[in-house]
């Protein structure tokens, strides 16, 4: 069964610092990965996604993320924290090529960066 | 602007009073989608839609229902609202041809409160 796991609910951070939130999925067949961040009283909005190719992936606000296939994870990076990067967390993933395949999130993770 | 619109942002109703949760997308988008936020679960899918007149239950269906009658619009209707539904809602949609790694874009949420 397709499924998504963020194992930590809550990932606490000083500003300046690295930070990692963790990622890991289950699905038969490639997948198609992504991150969403949900400020509060917003929608969530794309990160970065991983579809082929460098494992190594780029995208907004200094983001990046790392695809691991044998370890199944996908886990979201950035080399120094800002205060406005507190947020919640969403991993996705989506298994198969056509849109009308299933997308599952996991639970969040919410970041707090301390000044 | 491009984007996802959902109406109304907030909601506090009682048991058995129909409602219905609007979502209009701007994009030309052919995939719509509304999913609930609960803490702990992530998002679940309730509905989603590829196209006009076609539709199909995601995840937790129960208790909702969906049209969509124009590729713009996909409403969300709860006909007889109880307690458990109580919840953050979201729409999004993206374009749905060719390929399982389009973007969602999503609206800003619906908070739901049933009494």
């Known amino acids: 069964a397709q499924s998504v796991a963020q194992p930590e609910d809550q990932v606490n951070v000083a500003e300046g610092n690295p930070l990692t939130v963790k990622c890991t999925y289950s699905?038969?067949?490639?997948?198609?990965l992504f991150w969403y961040v949900q400020y509060p009283n917003r929608g969530l909005q794309f990160l970065l996604k991983?579809?082929?190719?460098?494992?190594l992936v780029k995208g907004s606000y200094g983001f990046e993320a790392e695809f691991n296939k044998s370890q199944t994870s996908f886990h979201l990076k950035k080399p120094s924290a800002l205060v406005s990067d507190s947020a919640l967390y969403f991993c996705a993933v989506r298994a198969g090529y056509s849109s009308a395949s299933k997308i599952i999130f996991g639970s969040g993770t919410r970041l707090s960066i301390r000044p | 602007e491009a984007q996802v619109t959902q109406n109304p942002r907030y909601l506090i109703t009682v048991t058995g009073k129909k409602l219905t949760v609007t979502c209009s997308q701007n994009?030309?988008?052919?995939?719509m989608s509304w999913y609930r936020q609960d803490p702990g679960l992530g998002l679940r899918q309730i509905y989603y839609s590829m196209n006009v007149e076609v539709t199909d239950k995601g995840d937790v269906p129960e208790g909702y229902k969906v049209s969509r009658k124009e590729k713009r619009n996909f409403p969300l209707i709860l006909e007889s609202p109880s307690p458990n539904q109580t919840s953050l809602y979201f729409c999004?949609?993206?374009?749905?041809?060719?390929?399982?790694?389009?973007?969602?874009?999503f609206g800003a949420g619906s908070r739901l409160t049933v009494l």
């Open positions: 991983y579809i082929t190719g460098d494992n």
């Open positions: 699905v038969s067949g490639n997948p198609y």
């Open positions: 999004a949609s993206s374009l749905a041809r060719d390929s399982g790694a389009n973007v969602l874009t």
């Open positions: 994009m030309n988008h052919e995939y």
